[in-house]
């Protein structure tokens, strides 16, 4: 059997140069490791990581429309990706720290979650893309 593992997700944004640096900021995405440009398609891409797994592919295409959900319930009424999870090592100081030093939307506060040691929050980012920040006791 062929054996899958996680590669990148991609995030359709409105202002790629923006959110590239948010992105960095914010979550240490520093490395940029592909850049492409399809100015006939109106569409331009850059595939950031952290060199620790986490590639979020950011595309910018000209007239794309927000999609913004006030609660995590609400991004599952589209049969779509719903949000990106992260996992922290500590869940109040990276949600105070999204949300303070970042300006990330709080749309949940931590929280415990249904799993025995696992504490929950969820963020949006600038554009309005839905975060979700998982603490385990085992991070």
């Known amino acids: 059997m062929t054996a899958f ?5 991609s995030i359709s944004v409105a202002d790629l140069s923006k959110q590239e640096t948010w992105y960095r900021d914010a979550l240490g ?3 940029v490791d592909e850049r492409l440009e399809l100015p006939e398609a109106g569409v331009r891409t850059a595939v950031l990581s ?5 590639r979020v592919e950011f595309t910018e295409r000209a007239g794309s429309e927000a999609v913004v959900h006030a609660d995590p319930f609400a ?3 589209s049969q779509t990706f719903a949000h990106l999870a992260l996992q922290v090592a500590d869940l109040d100081a990276a949600f105070e720290r999204l949300t303070g030093e970042h300006g ?3 749309v949940s506060s ?3 979650g249904v799993t025995a040691g696992m504490r929950y929050a969820y963020v ?11 603490e385990t006791s085992a991070s």
Do not use: C, M, Q, W
Request: aromatic letters at 4%.
């Open 29 to 31: 995405l520093t490395t």
């Open 50 to 54: 952290d060199g620790a797994g986490l």
């Open 5 to 9: 593992r996680f590669h990148h997700i």
């Open 104 to 106: 990330a939307g709080a």
């Open 110 to 112: 931590p929280a415990a």
């Open 75 to 77: 991004a599952t009424a």
């Open 124 to 134: 949006h980012d600038p554009e309005g893309n839905l975060l979700e920040l998982i």
